[in-house]
């Protein structure tokens, strides 16, 4: 009998895990989720910083690794624009009517102030290309439950080596994220709401961004209207489109 509980007692942990799906596998269904080949998405950014907020009104054209981004508000802001082409990131400022590229260690600056490096807008849009990943457990988050998904670099370019992932087991959605350093020390925190259905994918119309190393109570990313997989015009991905 001593045996038998003995068996029991191992097997007990491979059963377990046995419950859990493959790390790729769920971060296929994420990227499916949260990626597209064309996004254009019309969005507000509200920095909440110790005294004050400040809100942003924007809208980005995404494809592939390039992206076109405009805000439209406030005045102070109007008419700035950015555009990534894969590896390099270009800002067209209307106030002193120039284009600058932001490389090395000006990608880690915050972007317009918020909560957002630079760096963070330069990531790849999928994670599977960069990480490889581990269910470790599961936590329920706002009564939904939750696999937490332990994800770990494989390349070097990556702003975060480790990151810890709780994402919904019915929707395979993000719920919440925590973003680390290779030291183990805690960069970055997001918080996404306001899940909605569109186009046959799950998506978060809400994302609470919190910079870990700075002062303020974050910076939320809003999305007013959101569309996947429509045609956008080939010129807003040249440096020409900056100026127009």
């Known amino acids: 009998m001593k045996k038998i509980t003995l068996i029991i007692l191992a097997i007990l942990p491979l059963i377990t895990l046995g419950q859990y799906p493959d790390g790729k596998e769920v971060l296929d269904r994420i990227d499916k989720n949260m990626t597209a080949d064309r996004t254009v998405t019309k969005a507000s950014m509200v920095v909440h910083g110790r005294r ?7 809208i980005t054209y995404t494809e592939g690794e390039r992206s076109y981004s405009e805000y439209l508000a406030p005045a102070r802001e109007k008419g700035t624009k950015m555009l990534k082409l894969e590896d390099k990131l270009y800002i067209y400022s209307p106030s002193t009517d120039r284009t600058i590229q932001i490389s090395g260690h000006m990608l880690r600056q915050s972007m317009m102030g ?6 963070d807008m330069m990531e790849e849009n999928k994670l599977e290309d960069a990480y490889d990943a581990v269910v470790t457990g599961e936590e329920k988050i706002e009564q939904k439950r939750c696999y937490i998904l332990e994800l770990i ?11 810890k ?3 919904d087991t019915e ?6 994220e925590e973003l680390y350093a290779k030291s ?5 925190t997001t918080i996404l709401s306001d899940i909605r259905q569109v186009d046959g994918r799950w998506y978060p119309y809400k994302i609470a961004f919190k910079d870990m190393l700075k002062s303020g109570e974050g910076t939320e990313f809003i999305v007013e209207e959101i569309s996947f997989n429509k045609e956008i015009p080939e010129h807003l991905f040249t440096k020409g489109a900056l100026r127009k």
Do not use: F
């Open 52 to 58: 004050s907020d400040r809100t942003m009104e924007m």
């Open 153 to 163: 670099a494989n390349k070097k370019d990556v702003n975060y080596y480790m990151r």
């Open 165 to 167: 992932v709780w994402v």
């Open 184 to 188: 183990g020390k805690m960069l970055k």
């Open 171 to 176: 929707r395979y959605i993000p719920m919440k």
């Open 114 to 119: 918020s909560d957002l490096s630079y760096e």
